[in-house]
T-cell receptor, first 114, second 112 residues
Framework: DAEITQSPRHKITETGRQVTLACHQT?????MFWYRQDLGHGLRLIHY???????NKGEVSDGYSVSRSNTEDLPLTLESAASSQTSVYFC?????????????FGPGTRLTVT | GDSVTQMEGPVTLSEEAFLTINCTYT??????LFWYVQYPGEGLQLLLK?????DKGSNKGFEATYRKETTSFHLEKGSVQVSDSAVYFC???????????FGSGTKLNVKP
């Protein structure tokens, strides 16, 4: 069965370190998305991609970057981790087109920056 | 810009009670509408969706109708169970860019 996986599931890091969160999907979807989830804010879009070599900034992109070298993977990098980036991070993917396609979500990565 | 507003939680109900979680949206064009559910420690799962006005999405006893005239997509269930306790998110997808806009989530607690 197709799926979307994230690793690690839990990560503790120190302020100032670079961290990369992995996202891998086997749906063969063109669209991939990264969100963060914080109490009181719901889900906020960090970055998204519509295909290989395409990346776009979401509403909370400062301090984060992504790259898309193949269809299956969209790693999220925190260039210099800050305590404000302590959060739960979700990756999602979807088909592309104007047909109301749903997004499929990974299980999430809980990141703590100390 | 596009946005979704859903009722604040938590919502606490007794088992077998009727559930309504309100959701209204603002969008240009003709968005698709979704309800997702999140159980503790898990990612979001699609519960139901509707892609055009007057469509009714349904799944596992939950229903929601896409009302363009009131820009609403309220979630309903006739008889909730303890196992329905979760956080529910309303979302819309714009037709051009497949971006999703999520509400802030409503936590549902169902007591036996």
């Amino acid at each position: 069965d197709a799926e979307i996986t994230q690793s690690p599931r839990h990560k503790i890091t120190e302020t100032g370190r670079q961290v990369t969160l992995a996202c891998h999907q086997t749906w063969n979807h063109n669209n991939m998305f990264w969100y963060r989830q914080d109490l009181g804010h719901g889900l906020r879009l960090i970055h998204y991609s519509y295909g290989v070599q395409d990346t776009n900034k979401g509403e909370v992109s400062d301090g984060y970057s992504v790259s898309r070298s193949n269809t299956e993977d969209l790693p999220l990098t925190l260039e210099s981790a800050a305590s404000s980036q302590t959060s739960v991070y979700f990756c999602a993917s979807s088909e592309s087109g104007p047909f109301g396609y749903e997004q499929y979500f990974g299980p999430g990565t809980r990141l703590t920056v100390t | 810009g596009d946005s979704v507003t859903q009722m604040e939680g938590p919502v606490t109900l007794s088992e077998e009670a009727f559930l309504t979680i309100n959701c209204t949206y603002t969008a240009t064009g003709y968005p698709s509408l979704f309800w997702y559910v999140q159980y503790p420690g898990e990612g979001l799962q699609l519960l139901l969706k509707a892609t055009k006005a007057d469509d009714k999405g349904s799944n596992k006893g939950f229903e929601a109708t896409y009302r363009k005239e009131t820009t609403s997509f309220h979630l309903e269930k006739g008889s909730v169970q303890v196992s329905d306790s979760a956080v529910y998110f309303c979302a819309l997808s714009d037709q051009n860019f497949n971006k999703f806009y999520f509400g802030s989530g409503t936590k549902l607690n169902v007591k036996p």
